[in-house]
């Protein structure tokens, strides 16, 4: 079977969003970085509170679902639909914003350090409207487990190990997104069956990770081509997000926290949000 290749990488870049939060942004809404059906990732890793305690006051979002995965500290979220709930580390969260919806992420108060990611995943025109929803999902919960030198979190998705194939807690979303906490030891290495329909990218948040003759170092993105095996490998230490899905491949329109196909769908949740009827209520 075909391994996949890195194709290209990009190097996060700093920015800031929410009420100040520091945080390092992989974003793919352009074509040559586009991660469909990914948007975006944002990095949350500092060991100063100031950088992320003011946290994510309500906002709004529609048109695409947003993942939250942290390593460590913890967030407590609430939002339109009545939810209300707290991840800490090794845990989870899924919403779809889907035809509207307005949360809040907050770090806890006495937070000293903080590491976690959120992804935003795009959903296909038919379902950008559906009702919001929203899950959290406890550390324990994640399905995890060794496979050869790796030690695997998945959040999402499949993955095939050998002659089995193991399963995330969330699966069957149309864009059968996958997203995996690969840990490597030194000198560690592992392969992993992937579908070979869907995109692929890795992130390294710690030490550097091999793949075929390139070595990708922290706090780069590597986009993956072709290919049914991964072959993870690393000569310290390391870490990596391990995620893609099924390319969506249909015009995207973005402003600010909405995502659309088009200029007039992004104008109408604007207007919608202003009027105050973006989040539907029955």
């Not at 390092?24 to 074509?31: A, H, K, L, V, Y």
């Not at 975006?40 to 006051?57: N, Q, T």
């Not at 009702?131 to 993955?159: C, M, N, W």
């Amino acid at each position: 079977m075909k391994q996949r290749e890195v194709s290209r990488t990009a190097a996060a870049r700093p920015a800031t969003d929410g009420a100040g939060v520091k945080i390092n942004r992989m974003t793919g809404f352009s074509g040559v970085y586009r991660m469909d059906p990914f948007l975006m990732l944002d990095e949350i890793r500092s060991d100063s509170k100031d950088d992320f305690i003011a946290g994510f006051p309500p906002h709004p979002h529609r048109g695409f679902e947003t993942v939250t995965y942290m390593r460590e500290g913890s967030f407590s979220h609430e939002d339109s639909m009545g939810n209300s709930g707290e991840i800490s580390a090794g845990g989870a969260q899924w919403m779809t914003a889907g035809s509207g919806v307005i949360h809040s992420e907050m770090p806890e108060a006495g937070a000293e350090r903080m590491h976690g990611f959120q992804f935003w995943l795009n959903l296909p025109a038919s379902e950008k409207m559906q009702a919001p929803s929203y899950r959290d999902i406890q550390s324990d919960e994640i399905v995890s487990f060794d496979h050869e030198a790796a030690h695997i979190r998945l959040i999402a998705g499949r993955v095939g190990i050998g002659d089995s194939e193991m399963r995330g807690v969330v699966t069957g979303k149309s864009t059968e997104a996958l997203i995996a906490d690969v840990s490597l030891p030194e000198s560690g290495a592992t392969s992993l069956s992937i579908d070979p329909d869907l995109t692929i990218q890795i992130y390294v948040y710690h030490g550097a990770v091999t793949i075929g003759d390139k070595e990708i170092p922290a706090g780069v993105l590597a986009y993956l081509g072709t290919g049914e095996i991964i072959r993870l490998s690393a000569s310290e230490s390391s870490g990596l997000l391990l995620f893609g899905g099924l390319a969506i491949d249909q015009p995207v329109e973005h402003q600010g926290p909405f995502v659309m196909n088009t200029a007039e769908e992004i104008r109408q949740a604007i207007g919608d949000f202003q009027r105050g009827t973006l989040v539907q209520t029955s």
